[in-house]
């Protein structure tokens, strides 16, 4: 196993008036280390979608409120109870892509949890701000207020989904339209190959490679490197632009030219798909 380790040499030296002093030289090992340099204009990009899908969010929740005005709500209230639809619309965004239905009753059994818990939580979460709402109303000077009921819209499942639905479809289409308008790029990777550093554009390694304590970088062009930073820490730097097919392997998803039952393909490389990361690895 490949470990980071300081030698430490004394040396005797004498000065010019004959003192001696002794002086630690520190000599260490390599220690391989692999980091993304990403260009400056990618990193402007990648801010520019993040704050544009923030702005997505934000005028989606302004339209929803004044939708909520029409149920006898203040705009600033209606703002308020329209924010209680994002962290549903965000869970529906994130959950229901996971759901896998290779095993049709698992994936369905799976589809009515992730549905029960957002509802559920909809409209818990609309009975807070409801009540924050008329606590805030009962606190103005000279206001009365008769703690009406909650809109029986806002208990209603199926506008619930409607909206919610509405609200992450949507975010789906704006950022796929921005991945088009806007494509990501990878920028370059650099790492120590045999004591030398060595920098490569991303797109250029086709995958990474685990043998024992030892990790091979393999680009286009037959070049092969090696280094001994450990692959799960690869698959963390690579992510999203690589998948881990294997204990071992760690593929280029551009580089992919043919998906078999348990073999890929990159070229005329084949890889071997281990039924633990199968279910990740895309098919034809």
């Known amino acids: 196993m490949h470990k980071h380790f300081e030698h430490t040499a004394t040396e005797l030296l004498v000065n010019s008036v004959g003192k001696s002093r002794i002086i630690q030289i520190s000599i260490q090992t390599e220690t391989p280390r692999a980091y993304v340099k990403t260009?400056?204009?990618?990193?402007?990009?990648s801010v520019m979608k993040r704050l544009l899908v923030i702005s997505y969010w934000i005028v989606s929740t302004l339209l929803v409120a004044i939708c909520l005005s029409s149920l006898g709500y203040r705009f600033i209230e209606a703002l308020f109870i329209g924010t209680m639809f994002l962290p549903g619309a965000l869970a529906a965004k994130y959950f229901f892509p996971k759901v896998n239905f290779k095993n049709k009753w698992s994936g369905i059994k799976d589809t009515i949890f992730v549905v029960l818990g957002i509802m559920l939580g909809e409209i818990l979460?609309?009975?807070?701000?409801h009540f924050c709402v008329l606590t805030f109303r009962e606190n103005?000077?000279?206001?009365v207020v008769d703690w009406p009921d909650l809109p029986h819209i806002l208990e209603n499942p199926v506008f619930i989904a409607i909206f919610l639905t509405t609200l992450a479809t949507g975010c789906h289409f704006f950022e796929s339209w921005l991945d088009r308008k806007l494509p990501d790029l990878p920028g370059t990777i650099?790492?120590?190959?045999?004591?030398?550093?060595v920098t490569l554009p991303i797109d250029d390694i086709l995958y990474v490679e685990s043998n024992d304590d030892a990790t091979a970088i393999v680009a286009s062009g037959g070049r092969r490197f090696?280094?001994?930073?450990?692959?799960?820490r690869w698959e963390a730097i690579l992510d999203p632009h690589f998948i881990r097919i294997h204990r071992s392997f760690l593929v280029n998803r551009a580089a992919i030219t043919h998906v078999d039952v348990d073999?890929?393909?990159?070229?005329?490389?084949?890889l071997p798909i281990s039924r633990k990361y199968k279910n990740s690895v895309p098919t034809n």
């Open 125 to 129: 979460l609309f009975l807070v701000a």
């Open 190 to 197: 650099s790492f120590t190959s045999d004591r030398k550093q």
């Open 226 to 232: 090696k280094n001994y930073t450990p692959i799960s």
């Open 140 to 143: 103005l000077p000279g206001s």
């Open 263 to 270: 073999l890929l393909y990159i070229g005329d490389i084949q």
């Open 39 to 45: 260009p400056m204009f990618a990193i402007f990009v």
